[in-house]
């Protein structure tokens, strides 16, 4: 049931794309900038391991991952982690950078939302590589990746975009580097709502100059 359940969110969510609602505007379900943050990525979702609404986003309603089936191509969704919540956010932050370049994201993404949030059993960086190491990365190259160049740049990249944006909560998400969605205003009398809407106004930001 639940397969036959997710199979229609995503169904639902490809054809909800293809329209635009005239009930949309700008202050109330969406917001511009007031100063552009230039060589954004197009679509950027800021979030945190410790945040409740986030694990909820990701892992109960799966929103993130059914919009990015329905994306144009050309468009890359970026996920980035604050280091702004918990006792090791900054770690948590690093431990997303080697996600990152190991291009395992989705595998590990909701094995760390599940110890952090369901089993509260991630206390210490060992931990943290621990959890890796079950998933399936050998144990050298998680060393080697934790203290890579290109994980510290990643690590580099998070940071600076959160404080370019000015970052106050999570989820957060950013459109162009112009636009931000304001995830309380969407529809939530359901998920399929929230997702639909969610769409429309991909569609109609995702190219507004």
Known sequence: MKKLHLIWIVIHLIFSCKSISSSITEGRQYIRLNKPIHNAPQL????????????????IYHISNNIEQTLPKNVNFYKYHVNFLGNLGKQLTHAWAVAIALRIENRISPILFTAIQKQQSIHTVEDIREIFIKSGVNAEEFDIAWDSVLVKSLIL?????????????????FINGKYMIKNEKLDISSVNAYIKQFCELLNLLIDKT
């Not at 950027?44 to 694990?55: A, M, R, T, V």
């Not at 959160?162 to 989820?171: M, T, W």
Request: aromatic share 22%.
């Open 44 to 59: 950027l979702e800021f979030f945190s391991f410790y945040c409740p609404h986030c694990y909820q986003f990701e892992e």
């Open 157 to 173: 990249d998070q940071e600076q975009a959160a404080i370019n944006f000015r970052l106050r909560g999570v989820p957060s998400i």
